[in-house]
């Protein structure tokens, strides 16, 4: 796993053949080592093909894997993760896009989260957890304000916690 981390991103695209199975690589024993390797490498080359192993939601644990892959990638990935938010009907789909905007910490990642707070409350609680990431206060009334309007109660203890997170992990950032 070091050296391929070393070798970084000329060693991208060998990774990715192996990962997608093409003829005349070896095939992965691991495919979730790899995924930790590329998002180690930060390489936006693999950006598409993380994307891509993202959407088959069919292993939780995969998808939760380059969803941190995507989100050490950071900036460069945005672009792509957002579309998946925007164009994808699959609940899980979008709901790993939201955990990769959480972990990121790029603003422009915040920017989206925010923007879909009242636009996907079918995952509003998971695009709360992902605010609380960033511990930006001004989020607080934001999140009440969708909170308060929310009919379904059942993900209100997560919104709840979202909101005692982002209050309390700020104040240890002010102190």
Do not use: W
């Not at 936006?44 to 380059?66: E, F, H, Q, R, Y």
């Not at 509003?124 to 109660?153: G, Q, R």
Request: proline letters at 3%; aromatic letters at 6%.
């Amino acid at each position: 796993m070091e050296k391929l981390i070393k070798i970084g991103e000329p060693a991208v695209p060998f990774i990715i053949s192996s990962i997608r199975k093409e003829e005349n690589f070896p095939r992965p024993k691991d495919m979730l080592l790899l995924i930790v390797i590329l998002g180690e490498i930060r390489s936006p080359i693999s950006i598409g093909s993380l994307i891509d192993i993202m959407k088959d939601v069919k292993n939780n644990i995969t998808s939760s894997a380059v969803a941190e892959a995507l989100a050490k990638i950071g900036k460069p990935a945005i672009q792509e993760i957002h579309n998946i938010i925007k164009h994808s009907d699959n609940k899980l789909q979008r709901l790993y896009a939201y955990g990769a905007l959480g972990y990121m910490h790029e603003e422009d990642a915040h920017t989206i989260l925010i923007e879909q707070l009242d636009k996907d409350i079918e995952l509003v609680n998971v695009i709360c957890m992902a605010l609380s990431e960033y511990s930006h206060t001004d989020d607080i009334e934001k999140i009440y304000a969708v909170y308060d309007k929310l009919e379904d109660t059942l993900f209100l203890t997560d919104i709840e916690e979202s909101v005692f997170s982002i209050a309390n992990n700020s104040n240890k950032n002010h102190s």
